[in-house]
Structures are given as structure tokens and as C-alpha cells.
């Protein structure tokens, strides 16, 4: 027990605690305190619920415990899920939750992390922007798995596991996707090396798949896309029609891609605009609400003036081209040539090349050296890793204002500490939630130059 803090007490794996749920957190369990007062994580439990929860694994300063059985009656929010599939698949860990609670429970968690990071609470913390809970998904990721000859399963990856739990509906996805499921089964029947694909549909109901394969050449991807485009004919597809087919190597050092049919999704990002996204560069997965991120992203950084902006990761111009439509003058750099060559495009169709230029690259101090000396405004939507690798030579720019789209909560903390200690404070933080039923949260920071 040496080093151990007085009072604690070693849980040995299996031993069973009772505990009240506290809240959730970030991550698809809950949190509770063991009688010792250490931090447990359950992996599920609703805040309020007494529960008898099985210790699996003690780390330095937490348990992890699985819940065995909730002992009082559940939480008053708790509610019968919707989907059938929900206690197997990984996707929606937060569907017992009632959606306003989800609501509250998501923004609890942006304020924790920010402030556990930060040392203090955002100051000004704005209404959430919510849309439909269900049928908002307009992309889906489905895994394919084959045991010998049987026909493959498809579906989501189960909850911590890597099994596959084959789906019939899905009620997060847009009822197209879902009618459109058949058209992936006959994909992974037909191309034996496909491993996952993914549906999408654009703003004009064009639905397409991609699918990702472990062969180390191209299949023959017409004859696929005209099987595809047979089979969808015959089925009823809710408004949606079959446009096109996308396929890739999993490992992209393969060094192909191969695509059939219309492969470029329009995307309507703000009134009377529509952006070219071709299928595998980056699209936010819920159209609804990205169009009030977009917005929330020009009200912050356009001004109504002649800003100079520069838009990292700026994949194919969803916030740069509103951003020269409202008068700015643009920059966006992304390492995806696929996506900086379409957006270079929708900047010319759009009428906005003066306005908006775009580069390929990585975000780093270089880069940012190439493209601006000093910008208005600077806007970043980093993947889930954050923007810990060109964020110093961003603050050494001094932007007076910074807008900042993040995916993940906690290097959203990391990087919002690094821009506060340099001399930004919070304008405002906004959780979007583009995926309800689970517990992730898109957030907008909108940072000021203070001193
Ligand atoms: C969350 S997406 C945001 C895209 C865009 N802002 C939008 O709203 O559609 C992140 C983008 O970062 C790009 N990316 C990933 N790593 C990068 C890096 N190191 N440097 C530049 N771009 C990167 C990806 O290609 C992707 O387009």
C-alpha cells in the first residue's frame, strides 16, 4: 500500500460497490464516487441513479466499474430507447436519456472541461443551437463483416467491441439512408474486399456510397455502379436517388481511388448557397445544423466589413465562402487536395474567386507564414487531435479575433487554455449539438484580443 493516499482502499477487480450516479461525462459512461471518494467510471447509469456496479480495472485515482443492476426506481428522465439495437451498438449511448436532458447534460460537460482546463468557467456561455434528435444524420459509416461464405453483416460496431451489429433501421440517420441500406448490402455482396462503407445524401436528395477495401488494386468500379444503379430502380429510395460510387484502398499509401456516377454532394451552407463537396472530403454530418454553425461562424468573424480571414482546415470552403459572401477577404488552407480543389471551384462558380482563395497543406507555423501576415480574424475546425500544431504561430500573429469549431471537448480545453494565456478572452462558447443521442459536442469558442 505504499504511496497509497490515507483512507484509500485497494478494489480488487470484481468486487462490487454501490453508487450513486453523479453525472455523465465525456465518454459513453457515467461518473459516480466510490465511499473512499474516488472517482469511479461506469460505463452507463443516468445522473441520480443508485446503482450496484461491478469494479473491472483500479488506475491511478479512478475505478472503472460495470453496471450490474440500477437499484431504485431510474432516473425520471430515463426513457424506453427507440431503438432496438441499442444495448449492442456503440452509437448511441445517451438514447435513455430524454432529449432535453441530453441537452443539459451535453453543456454541463463543455463548462466541466473548459473550466477543469482553463482554471475558470467560460464567461459567456450562449444557448445551445439543437435541432431534430432523430433522422438528422444525412452520412452514415456502416462496418461490413464476413464469416466465411455467409452473407455479410452490416452495421455498426458494437459497443466495445469489434463485432459487427447488423442494422435494419438506424433512427439517427435520414430515412433515405436507411431506405437506402439494401443498395450497401448488394456492394459488400458483390466486392468481397469492401470493409466498410459509407451512405451519404446531399441537399439535393443524390444519394452516393464509398466504400473502403482491403485489396491492393481497384475493383471494376462501373460494373458495380451499374449493378447499384439497377438494384436502385427497383426499391423505394423515400425522395432519395442513387448517384454514385466512390471506392478507396483502407490503406492510402495504395495510392488509388476509384469513382462511378456523380460523386460531387451539393451542400447548401447558407440561403442560396451551395457548395461542391466530392464524397470523402469532410462534411459535417447534420445539414440542419450546420447551416446555424456557418452562420454562427460569419456573425463572429465577417463583421460586416472587409476582414481579412484566414480559415484553417478549412475543408471545401463550408465556412470560408459564406465568409467572402459576407465581405471578407479569405484564405482557407487544408491538407485534402480533393477538398481545397473543389472549393477553389465553388469559389469560381459562386462568383467569389476575388474574394476567397485556397491552398493545400498542413497547419503549421509555414504554412501560416505563406498565406497571411496579419489577419482580422482567424478561424480553425481542427479534427479531434486539435490545433496543438500551428496554434502557437497562430497567437504570434495576434488576431484580434479567434474562432475556433472544435469536435472534441477536451483538446478544445488544451488549446483554449494556450489562447487564454496569451491574451484572449472568451467572447462567447456555444455547444452545437450535431449528434444527439451520444456524447459528443460540437463546440464554437469565439476568443478577443484583450491585451
Ligand atoms: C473537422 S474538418 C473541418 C472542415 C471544414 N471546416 C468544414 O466545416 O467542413 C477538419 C479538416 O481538417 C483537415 N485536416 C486534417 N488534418 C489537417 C492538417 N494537419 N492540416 C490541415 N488540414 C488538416 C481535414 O482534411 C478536414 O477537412
Known amino acids: 500500500m505504499a504511496g497509497r493516499r490515507k483512507g484509500r482502499v485497494r478494489r480488487p477487480a470484481g468486487e462490487e460497490l454501490e453508487l450513486e450516479v453523479e453525472r455523465l461525462v465525456n465518454g459513453p459512461g457515467a461518473m459516480a464516487r466510490a465511499p473512499d471518494g474516488r472517482v469511479v467510471f461506469l460505463d452507463e447509469g443516468l445522473p441520480g441513479e443508485r446503482v450496484r456496479a461491478q469494479v473491472e480495472s483500479e488506475r491511478k485515482g479512478f475505478l472503472r466499474a460495470r453496471v450490474v443492476r440500477t437499484l431504485d426506481p431510474p432516473a425520471q428522465a430515463r426513457r424506453a ?128 456510397l464509398r466504400g473502403v477495401c482491403s485489396s491492393s488494386g481497384p475493383p471494376d468500379v462501373d460494373a458495380l455502379h451499374s449493378s447499384l444503379s439497377g438494384w436502385a430502380e427497383q426499391l423505394d429510395l423515400r425522395g432519395g436517388a442513387y448517384a454514385g460510387l466512390v471506392l478507396e484502398p483502407g490503406d492510402p499509401a495504395a495510392g488509388w481511388r476509384v469513382a462511378a456516377g456523380d460523386v460531387m454532394q451539393r451542400i447548401g451552407v447558407a440561403p442560396d448557397m451551395e457548395i461542391g463537396v466530392p464524397v470523402g472530403a469532410f462534411t459535417q454530418v447534420n445539414g440542419e445544423l450546420n447551416r446555424a454553425l456557418v452562420s454562427a461562424v460569419v456573425d463572429a468573424s465577417a463583421g460586416g466589413g472587409d476582414r481579412r480571414v484566414v480559415d484553417l482546415y478549412c475543408g471545401a470552403g463550408n465556412f470560408s465562402l459564406p465568409l467572402a459572401r459576407a465581405g471578407a477577404h479569405v484564405v482557407g488552407l487544408d491538407v485534402d487536395e480533393v477538398a481545397i480543389a473543389a472549393a477553389t471551384a465553388s469559389a469560381v462558380s459562386l462568383g467569389l474567386a476575388d474574394r476567397a482563395r485556397f491552398e493545400v497543406g498542413v497547419a503549421d507555423d509555414r504554412a501560416l507564414a505563406r498565406l497571411t501576415e496579419g489577419p482580422d480574424v482567424v478561424v480553425l475546425d481542427p479534427p479531434r487531435a486539435g490545433a496543438a500544431a500551428v496554434l502557437p504561430a497562430v497567437l504570434a500573429l495576434r488576431p484580434p479575433v479567434l474562432v475556433y469549431v472544435s469536435c472534441d471537448v477536451a483538446t478544445f480545453g488544451r488549446d483554449a487554455r494556450a489562447i487564454l494565456a496569451a491574451g484572449w478572452s472568451f467572447s462567447s462558447l456555444r455547444l452545437i449539438d450535431l449528434t444527439p443521442q451520444t456524447y459528443r459536442a460540437e463546440v464554437l469558442g469565439v476568443f478577443r484580443l484583450t491585451w
Open 81 to 208: 430507447p427507440p431503438c432496438p439495437v441499442v444495448a449492442l451498438c456503440g452509437g448511441c449511448p445517451w438514447q435513455a436519456l430524454e432529449y432535453e436532458s441530453q441537452v443539459e447534460a451535453k453543456q454541463d460537460v463543455v463548462l466541466r472541461e473548459v473550466e477543469r482546463a482553463c482554471g475558470s468557467p467560460p464567461q459567456a456561455m450562449l444557448e445551445p443551437i439543437v435541432g431534430p434528435q432523430w433522422r438528422a444524420r444525412h452520412r452514415i459509416r456502416l462496418a461490413v463483416m464476413r464469416h466465411s461464405d455467409a452473407e455479410p453483416a452490416i452495421g455498426y460496431r458494437a459497443r466495445g467491441a469489434h463485432e459487427v451489429v447488423p442494422i435494419g433501421d438506424c433512427a439517427i440517420a435520414r430515412e433515405e439512408l436507411v431506405a437506402a441500406l439494401p443498395l450497401a448490402r448488394l456492394l459488400a455482396r458483390q466486392q468481397k474486399a469492401i470493409r466498410e462503407i459509407e451512405l451519404s445524401i446531399d441537399g439535393r436528395a443524390q444519394l452516393r
